[in-house]
């Protein structure tokens, strides 16, 4: 059973305020990964570090989204202004740090934004 | 364009049917596959994976893989109704910052 940990569990913001969620990734893992899943279950990658650099990204994440995984603290993801088609559910997962390994997901943060 | 094209996108089976699912990859760089099951309102976990052409088996999971044309299947035999659940296939190429991609599901009902 994965051991990421994710909070809050549920966010509710109204369109331009912030949004942070947090993510603490299993004992070990130094890759960690979020993806936005929307309501049509699709999956967006949207950044990943190892420790505490950045690996990928994506352009979204850059202009709107800001994330970091400072050591000995929890990873975080927050959207600086956010918008109605934020609303989702961000899942932080972690992995070992190899190709091959599988990444376990956390619970998730389902944002909504009114 | 999506690199990961996962067929069907929904799928009914009687309880004790068999369920077939497929996932192909459209980047030539992917070496690995891993299925993903997703409950409703819960978060993905890993089913299973496979790296090297042939098949793998799990009790009643088995999953294909043929390298050369980058497609895998799942298939599960006497089907549950716990079985119901959206079927994530995700594909990783070496090198690449570890980020897999994901297809955008088959979604599997298992009725009694």
């Known amino acids: 059973n994965s051991k990421v940990i994710q909070t809050p569990r549920y966010l509710v913001k109204g369109q331009g305020q912030k949004a942070k969620m947090r993510c603490i990734p299993e004992?070990?893992?130094?890759?960690v990964f979020w993806y936005q899943q929307n309501k049509n279950n699709e999956f967006k990658f949207l950044i990943n570090?190892?420790?505490?650099?950045?690996?990928?990204q994506i352009d979204m994440t850059e202009k709107r989204f800001s994330a970091e995984c400072p050591s000995n603290s929890p990873c975080s993801l927050e959207i600086q202004s956010s918008e109605a088609g934020d609303s989702a559910l961000y899942l932080c997962?972690?992995?070992?740090?190899?190709?091959?390994?599988?990444?376990?997901f956390g619970p998730g943060t389902r944002l909504l934004v009114l | 364009q999506q690199k990961v094209q996962q067929s069907p996108e929904s799928l009914i089976v009687p309880e004790g049917g068999m369920a077939s699912l497929n996932c192909t990859s459209s980047?030539?760089?992917?070496?690995y596959f891993w299925w993903y099951r997703q409950h409703s309102g819960k978060s993905p976990k890993m089913l299973m994976?496979?790296?090297?052409?042939g098949e793998k088996e799990e009790g009643r999971f088995t999953v294909h893989l043929n390298k050369a044309s980058l497609h895998t299947s799942l298939h599960i035999r006497d089907s549950q109704p716990s079985d119901s659940a959206l079927y994530l296939c995700?594909?990783?190429?070496?090198?690449?910052?570890?980020?897999?991609?994901f297809g955008k599901g088959t979604s599997l009902v298992v009725h009694p």
């Open positions: 997962a972690s992995s070992r740090g190899t190709n091959q390994d599988t990444q376990y």
């Open positions: 004992k070990g893992h130094p890759v």
């Open positions: 570090f190892q420790n505490q650099e950045v690996l990928q």
């Open positions: 980047d030539r760089n992917v070496d």
């Open positions: 994976s496979i790296f090297s052409n």
């Open positions: 995700a594909a990783t190429a070496s090198g690449g910052n570890y980020k897999p991609t």
